[in-house]
């Protein structure tokens, strides 16, 4: 795929922007304060820029050589990094990451990994973030996307000549002094604004939550995702969504003696309508835990063979697909769900709520309150990106096979980074109706 220098230097910034909040993020969480990450007063850090593009030119052109991707991700994540820390020491006397790389990582082995960790994120913004800015790129008018990209380029070379004189104790006219005051203060007024909303946040979620510098007892007297609330639903989607993909990857090896992808995702070993069925049968069977077993088992038969019933038509309705037919079984209904898999519906909500459910919750509850928040909303935020690509893929699919060539841009994406190849090997039981 080949990106234009406008698309080049949109994604530079874009990603040197969500680098610079990622950094002002964690380091809220940890000290619940301000503190500016990054060289310039704009509020960018460019080493995650130049990092991604460099991959977008590079892993073009060593499809299907694995290994070598792998050490691309590595060798130019560290490679951005260390630039950017000796450029910072060079002109400003002050270093970026070594502080906070001794502070999370110990060991001889720290720096392999922090690139290891580093190497890992890129990968998984290049899968699942990546393609979802293509979109928004492309929605961009063309004349709004170069008048934009010229003035922030303009904005951060004056803010480097600012920064580069002010170091060097140079005069400056008080235009730029000026301007490299206003935009340090922007900069400064955007990361409290940030930091600040990241600790209202968790204090709305976690009332009796302190900074982060006070002693452990206070987060001991909250717990995280208590009761049946949102956390804990969306906890019981993802691990029932990967639970479930791996059950029914056995089952098919041990039925069929072939393995075969289940996931309902392009990325990750994900099962959508498992998580969706646990977390409604969680949601709509949790009172009835302390009844008797038949009471449970009823409405696991009802309300599975409804939802099941009801995912078969929504793929067919709103993407033209079909990824299961039971219309060879007896006593199904419409090849959509059948007698013998609402049994099984049955029996599932009643292990589940008498057995899998109350374990799990217990568990999910013993997660630190703070990692839990944010390991739960950056994995909705992934999954979120991951079925919006998938949706993507799937409706190119259906068209390619219509004979529908690629009318724009990003369907032309679409269509080199997922081809038939991909799709029907992660779907091997889609049909197109």
């Not at 874009?14 to 809220?28: N, Q, R």
Request: hydrophobic share 50%.
């Amino acid at each position: 795929m080949e990106y234009s220098i406008y698309d080049l230097l949109f994604f530079l910034f874009v990603y040197s922007f969500l680098g610079w909040c990622l950094e002002v993020a964690y380091v809220a969480v940890r000290t619940g304060k301000f503190r500016n990450r990054g060289f310039f007063s704009l509020p960018l850090c460019l080493s995650y820029g130049f990092a991604a593009d460099l991959l977008l030119i590079l892993l073009p052109t060593l499809e299907g050589a694995y290994f070598f991707q792998a050490v691309a991700y590595m060798v130019i994540t560290s490679s951005c990094a260390q630039l950017a820390d000796e450029m910072s020491f060079r002109v400003t006397g002050t270093r970026l990451w070594d502080h906070e790389i001794r502070s999370i990582y110990s060991g001889r082995f720290r720096g392999l990994v922090y690139t290891l960790v580093m190497s890992g994120v890129a990968l998984v913004v290049l899968l699942l973030i990546h393609p979802v800015l293509f979109l928004l790129l492309n929605l961009l008018p063309g004349l709004l996307l170069r008048v934009g990209v010229w003035v922030i380029l303009g904005l951060l070379i004056l803010d480097y000549a600012a920064i580069f004189y002010t170091a060097k104790k140079k005069p400056l006219s008080e235009g730029m002094q000026s301007l490299s005051e206003e935009m340090k203060e922007q900069k400064r007024n955007f990361g409290n604004f940030l930091s600040s909303h990241i600790w209202r946040r968790l204090e709305k979620a976690y009332p009796n939550l302190k900074a982060a510098q006070e002693k452990d007892k206070t987060q001991e007297t909250y717990v995280f995702a208590k009761g049946l609330c949102l956390d804990k639903l969306l906890w019981v989607f993802f691990i029932s969504a990967l639970g479930g993909d791996l059950i029914e990857t056995v089952y098919v090896k041990l039925t069929a003696d072939i393995w075969m992808s289940r996931s309902s995702v392009l990325y990750g070993t994900f099962s959508i309508v498992w998580g969706v069925g646990a977390s409604l049968l969680t949601l709509l069977l949790y009172r009835l835990a302390d009844k008797e077993d038949r009471y449970i088992f009823l409405g696991g038969f009802f309300l599975g063979g409804t939802y099941e019933y009801l995912c078969s038509v929504f793929t067919e309705v709103f993407f033209g697909t079909v990824f299961w037919d039971y219309s060879d079984m007896p006593f199904n209904i419409g090849g959509r769900t059948n007698l013998l898999f609402c049994v099984f519906w049955g029996i599932l909500s009643l292990i589940w709520v008498k057995f899998c459910y109350p374990y799990l919750s217990r568990w999910i509850e013993r997660v630190p309150p703070v990692a839990g928040k944010i390991v739960t909303w950056v994995c909705v935020a992934l999954m979120a990106c991951d079925i919006l690509i998938s949706a993507m893929a799937m409706v190119r699919y259906v068209e390619r096979q219509e004979g529908l060539p690629a009318g724009n841009a990003v369907e032309q994406f679409v269509d080199y980074n997922y081809p038939d190849s991909l799709i029907e090997w992660v779907w091997p039981n889609l049909r197109i109706e």
